[in-house]
C-alpha cells in the first residue's frame, strides 16, 4: 500500500457513456499525475497538477478532461471515448521527484 | 522528446543466479534515476533510486549509474522466483520550481527460474 487510493478498480463503458475514475492520497503530496499504460507501451504521462494546478497537459485529447479540486483529490472525467482508449490508467502522488502510484482503474471500452 | 531504452527481454534466469537489468537515457542533463517493479496486473512499486555516477546498495539490490555513457543499472542478486516482474527504468524530467516529471521506459520482463 502507497497511501494512493483510485476507485473503480475495474470499469467497462460504452462509447457514449461518461464516467469519472477518482484518485485519492492522503501523504501530503503537492503533486498529482495520471498515466495511461497500455499493452506493449511505456507508461504515458497524460496530465500533471502541482498544487491543484494543472502543470502538464500531454496532449491528451479532450475526451479526457482532469480535475483536481484539491491537492488529495484527483479525477478523471471520461466522455466519448474511443476502444483504443481501453488501458490502465494509473494516478501517482509525489513529494518532489519520487512517485508513488495507485493500484490503477483497468478500463474496457466497447 | 526524451527517450529511456530498455530490453523487453524477457530475461530469464536461474533461482540465485545474479539478474542484471539495463537501461540507457537520451537526456544528457538527466539527474535522477528510479527503478520500478512490476507485477503482473499491479501498479508500479518504486524500488530504487540513484542520484549520483557509482553504485547504490539496498538488500539483494544494487543501482549503478554512469553519466557519462548516458548508463543506469539494477542488479539483483540472489535471484528469487519472487522477483519475476517489470522492471520499469524511469529518468527525471525537471522542468523547474516543483515541476517534477519521469519518462519511463517499456520495461524489461524477469523471470527467475526455480
Known amino acids: 500500500e502507497t497511501g494512493v487510493t483510485q476507485t473503480p478498480r475495474h470499469l467497462v463503458m460504452g462509447m457514449t457513456n461518461k464516467k469519472s475514475l477518482k484518485c485519492e492520497q492522503h501523504l501530503g503530496h503537492n503533486a498529482m499525475y495520471w498515466y495511461k499504460q497500455s499493452a506493449k507501451k511505456p507508461l504515458e504521462l497524460m496530465f500533471v497538477?502541482?498544487?491543484?494546478?494543472?502543470?502538464e497537459n500531454n496532449s491528451v485529447p479532450s475526451r479526457f478532461s482532469p480535475e483536481c479540486p484539491n491537492s488529495s483529490h484527483l479525477f478523471l472525467h471520461l466522455h466519448t471515448l474511443q476502444p483504443e482508449d481501453s488501458a490502465l490508467y494509473l494516478c501517482?502522488?509525489?513529494?518532489?521527484?519520487?512517485?508513488?502510484f495507485g493500484p490503477g482503474t483497468r478500463l474496457t471500452v466497447l | 522528446q526524451k527517450e529511456v531504452e530498455q530490453n523487453s527481454g524477457p530475461l530469464s534466469v536461474p533461482e540465485g543466479a545474479i539478474a542484471s537489468l539495463n537501461c540507457t537515457y537520451s537526456d544528457r542533463g538527466s539527474q535522477s534515476f528510479f527503478w520500478y517493479r512490476q507485477y503482473s496486473g499491479k501498479s508500479p512499486e518504486l524500488i530504487m533510486f540513484i542520484y549520483s555516477n557509482g553504485d547504490k546498495e539496498d538488500g539483494r539490490f544494487t543501482a549503478q549509474l554512469n553519466k557519462a555513457s548516458q548508463y543506469v543499472s539494477l542488479l539483483i542478486r540472489d535471484s528469487q522466483p519472487s522477483d519475476s516482474a517489470t522492471y520499469l527504468c524511469?529518468?527525471?524530467?525537471?522542468?523547474?520550481?516543483?515541476?517534477?516529471?519521469?519518462?519511463f521506459g517499456k520495461g524489461t520482463l524477469l523471470t527467475v527460474n526455480p
Open positions: 501517482a502522488s509525489s513529494p518532489g521527484n519520487e512517485q508513488f
Open positions: 497538477y502541482n498544487f491543484k494546478e494543472q502543470t
Open positions: 524511469a529518468v527525471e524530467d525537471y522542468s523547474g520550481g516543483s515541476n517534477y516529471k519521469l519518462t
